[in-house]
């Protein structure tokens, strides 16, 4: 019986692992934000999902805390070029925000303190794929950041990611956000470059 070895005796992770086409690897954490940094206290924080009937279900700080949560490790990719592997948070699964809601709607438009919005089909936002993120490599979400709490949705590109989320819409259309209503693409894979439409 042959005995395989994986790999030829050395591990080289940045070397090795692909990155989606046109990206670049950065070291550093760069902040881009579409206006001011929102001062959102954890105390007051809150989100609200919607249904398409208009259906309300929330949670605050206390309660986002109650929730399960989990530490992911995920490579991230800016439109603006650049991919950071291996970022570490702490956030809690898309999926149990669902649990209790009644939809028949496919897509949905997460909104932030501060205004911005930004378009996600549901079924991106399930089956693990995405958190509601409040640490980043062991420490509270820094406000610049999105901190208290943002959206973390790793496979596509980091726009979609809103910063100091405050709620999830459900709509039974694709409703563009803010930089897909100024010409990005609406879905936004890295992997196959879709930066604008
Ligand atoms: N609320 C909000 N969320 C946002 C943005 C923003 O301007 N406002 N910018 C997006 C863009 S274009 C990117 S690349 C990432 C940047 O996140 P970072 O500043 O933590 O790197 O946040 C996304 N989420
Ligand atoms: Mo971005």
Partial sequence: MAVFTRGFG???????????????????????????TPNVDAARWELTVRTESGAEHRWDWAGLQAMPA????????CVTRWSKHD???????????????????????????GGYTTN????????????VAYEYEGDPLEPVHGGPVRLLVPHLYFW??????????????DEPGFWEQNGYHLYGDPWSEQRYS
């Fill in 10 to 36: 050395g591990h080289h992770p940045e070397a090795d692992r692909p990155l989606p086409p046109g990206q670049h690897l950065t070291a550093d954490f760069p902040v881009l934000s579409a206006g001011p």
């Fill in 87 to 113: 970022t570490r948070w702490r956030g809690v699964p898309v999926d149990a925000f669902f649990e209790d809601v009644e939809t028949a709607a496919d897509f949905v438009v997460a909104h932030s303190y």
């Fill in 70 to 77: 989990e530490d992911v490790t995920v490579d991230i990719h």
């Fill in 120 to 131: 996600v089909p549901l079924d991106d936002l399930l089956d693990g794929r995405a958190w």
């Fill in 160 to 173: 979609k990611s809103a910063k100091w989320l405050r709620g999830l819409t459900l709509h039974e259309h």
